[in-house]
């Protein structure tokens, strides 16, 4: 029988203390209302019914910082009152038109909202420790991931890398109760070992080590990657919706294409050398994975599924079906949901049957596990079924007995031995290599990081030797992990909201730059107007409480 892993991945930016709507805490609390909170009494449905459901999910140290914080109990209040005053107004806006239909609807939406809102209460409003209590009985396996999920291959300074990696991973112990083995690369985004130049203004850096050797740093210990970088099948591209063949629409099972140098379904050691800890990597399979997150021809797409796009303003509320491929807003027709709860159902069976299909296939050839990683936030959140889908998903195949879900973990623990491979660069955006984050529209990010880099690792061995400068040092290394975050020049590439990326990372470089110049050393005179600054910007910018012993390790003190 075929190991299966279900990967989920749950990341957003600091959005804390930066407004509310469209783009501050609103998008934080909306996913915890739409995906993780969902995700939790999911997740507690199948404990009950004793139904295997051994998901490894990929938390960021961002996200988790900021579910943690207290700041975050607050703003999620103030979002859940505003959802529940919208209904109500809804409510008396139908009824009054005499759409009892719609009134329906919305007190649906009023009785789920008011649900939420008591199982917060009940977790103690710790969505952290309910994840950590999972993995503690064995339902979950928790993986890390870069502190602010900065995109690795474009850094220029090996310190960065490591400072992300080092930092994200002692966060995750402090946050989780226990050191990572599996690590989230920002945007599976991977450079191997050799030259490094990616643009005209980089600096020169010359020969440079594989993203595995700082992973082996850190002490991590697989990752997941897409099929074309293994060189197992054609780049998907996570955030575009590529031509999808026949074979899923209908009840037909996926059917495992051909691959090319490699079968995405076995777990590769990278660029492994002897006496070295080895690093496997876990190939994300295309066969499995796209007719899950593919809006256009996956189960998203199905008409009777809740319309993501078309939302009932002022409330924010949603009334809609997909309805169908190519109808505009202006069609849609009136969701129901019980036909979007059928659909889920369904499409879990199906999934599952698939799955079994794949499996079969891939076994003959040698395969021994299907790893389908996905963004947590399509579940819930884009997809408003999908946490059912993934529930009845498992429920579905505990009931078939036809593959066996594990964790990625164990599934490489039960190995005695594995293939080597050298990974090509690239990623799982947008043509599958890193075009997605240096392009024409975001060149410039990085013409303005990369000497910011630079100047940081200058002025932070002195500021490391004297603790006066620490709570500086401390913000510095603050504004630099999130100016570094891969969200900005993503948001700027898609063209949504690109105002609002650009204004947030040209605000942490401008704190950054600020400073560096207070440790300087030849401008400590003024330490006191420093000191003030830095505690100022911490107002608004404070995740991680102390980047210090991460920031000495990666300059290897």
Known sequence: MMDFVFALHSHL???????????????????????????????????HADVAAPITLGVTPILANQLAHPSFRVELAAFLAQRLEACDDDIATFTGDGDDALARLAGFWKGRIARLERTFARLDGDIIGALRRFEDVGRLEIIGSAATHGFLPLLARDESIRFQLLLGRSEHKRLFGRAPRGCWLPECA?????????????????????????????????FFTDSHLAHAGQSLSLYGDPDFPAGRVGSDPIGVEPQGERQPYRAYLVAPRAGAAPVHALVRDPASTRVVWSRSEGYPGDGGYLEFHKIRWPGGLRYWRVTGRGVDLGGKERYDVNVGRARAWRDGRHFATALAGVAGAAAAEGGRVIAAPFDTELFGHWWYEGVDFLADTYRAIAHQGRVRPTTASHHLGGLVSSPAVNLADGSWGANG???MWLGPKTAWTWEALWPLEQAFWRVAPGALDDPATHTILAQAARELLLAQSSDWQFIISTGAAADYAEKRFSQHCNALAEMIEGLEPGRRGDLSTALRRAAELREVDDPFPDPIPALAEALGR
Not at 194 to 211: F, K, L, M, Q
């Open 433 to 435: 290599d890193y075009s």
């Open 190 to 222: 991977y450079r191997a070992a050799g030259p490094w130049r990616p643009h005209h203004a980089a600096p020169d850096s010359g020969d440079r080590v594989g993203i595995e050797e700082h992973l082996r740093t850190a002490e991590f210990r697989w």
């Open 13 to 47: 930016p600091w959005v804390l203390h930066h407004g509310r709507w469209p783009h501050g805490s609103d998008w934080l609390t909306e996913a915890a209302v739409d995906t993780y909170l969902p995700l939790v009494e999911a997740l507690e449905g199948l404990e």
